[in-house]
């Protein structure tokens, strides 16, 4: 009886022999595992010690400001694929079995530290701060806690943020679905340059747009009125009005909020516009034959099939209201009633130096995040899901 012989494909031969390359595959291999250790170790130092030299005087004298942006630029993205390719050595240099298991962990350590390092830290240092005195240097227990929650001007701004959560998301959200729904009826290009426009404002940081809305609410009481709101009071014959220390049903709040408002509108239309076009047209269509008119369709058949979105735009935004600061921080300093916890907490630290105080501030602001976070990782989970 003849026998077959089974050829391997060309160019692949039938397995590793002794003394070849291929033969070491799946073992360990030491020198190449110390090398990338090193050169991990070499690029932290090396990396470090020059962000520490591009941040103070060498003797040359200080380093000029865009020769310190262009060099960071290349030193941060050329440290970053370093790091990583000594990483990936490191990994290379374990048995094969090893490896596959140690590289997914190796490559999320830089992550884990850098959020260790800035975030956890800071944290857990602030929860002990927090139950320290002014200087952090005796511990005073819960005292920081009673003087903050027992003071007026406290809870004045606890008040201001209670109005900011109940105002702001659900205002944002609103607008967002009204003009994603009327963005969509029409046409490709008029759909697209309105929601350019409305989007718009995105681009823009929190301090410019505070700058900005600086001259909408502007007043001058001598002469001529360059604030756009004052502009329009004074061109129909009233006085002008000082919009941001008008305190008659929290005016001066509401029209802060305005300001975040119109930042965020572009975010809730763009993410609840994209759920709209994912309903399935046959539900419409359904309702439709129903005898549904277009208000019915979207109040009973879209938007319950778009809540999940909703829920999370509406999270979001409210995760952004509780640590709002640059807005109010620019418009007038928390002025006239109109301070937030994220400015009281900035004025503590920074103005009155009581580092106690405005740790206690930053942990019952942490305290009140907390639930709304995991709230909202549940809300995306429960949208992947769909």
Do not use: H
Request: charged share 15%; with cysteine; hydrophobic share 55%.
């Amino acid at each position: 009886m003849a026998t077959t012989t089974v050829q391997p494909p060309a160019g692949q031969s039938e397995g590793p022999t002794a003394g070849s390359p291929s033969g070491n595959v799946g073992k360990a291999r030491p020198v190449r595992a110390l090398i990338g250790l090193a050169g991990v170790i070499v690029t932290c130092i090396v990396a470090g010690n020059l962000f520490v030299i591009l941040g103070g005087e060498t003797a040359f004298g200080e380093i000029p400001k865009l020769l310190q942006g262009v060099v960071a630029i290349v030193a941060g993205l050329g440290g970053s694929i370093a790091l990583f390719f000594f990483i990936n050595m490191t990994a290379e240099g374990f048995a094969r079995r090893w490896e596959e298991r140690v590289k997914p962990y190796v490559f999320l350590l830089p992550a884990y530290g850098l959020i260790g390092l800035f975030l956890v830290y800071p944290t857990f240092q602030t929860i002990v701060n927090s139950f320290a005195n002014d200087t952090t240097t005796e511990w005073v227990g819960l005292a920081n806690y009673k003087d903050v929650l027992s003071d007026p001007d406290f809870r004045e701004t606890l008040f201001n943020n209670l109005l900011w959560i109940i105002i702001v998301p659900a205002t944002t959200v609103f607008i967002g679905l009204i003009v994603a729904v009327l963005a969509d009826k029409l046409n490709e290009r008029g759909e697209k340059l309105a929601k350019s426009l409305v989007f718009l404002p995105m681009a823009i940081s929190f301090v410019g747009a505070a700058t900005i809305w600086k001259f909408v609410y502007d007043i001058n009481s001598t002469g001529d009125q360059i604030g756009l709101l004052n502009g329009i009071v004074t061109a129909i014959g009233f006085e002008p009005v000082s919009w941001l220390s008008t305190q008659t049903f929290q005016l001066n709040d509401i029209l802060l909020m305005v300001i975040l408002i119109w930042l965020q509108v572009g975010f809730s239309m763009v993410l609840l516009s994209a759920a709209i076009k994912g309903v399935p047209e046959e539900t419409l269509e359904a309702a439709r034959i129903d005898g549904a008119n277009e208000f019915k369709i979207f109040w009973l058949v879209t938007v319950p099939q778009i809540r999940v979105t909703i829920t999370a735009v509406f999270v979001t935004v409210l995760i952004l209201v509780l640590k709002v600061f640059d807005v109010v921080y620019v418009m007038n300093n928390g002025r006239d009633g109109t301070s937030v916890i994220g400015l009281d907490f900035f004025r503590q630290i920074f103005d009155f130096g009581n580092a106690g105080v405005a740790a206690a501030i930053v942990v019952l602001l942490m305290v009140a995040i907390f639930p709304v976070l995991i709230y909202q990782i549940r809300s995306f989970r429960a949208e992947e899901a769909n």
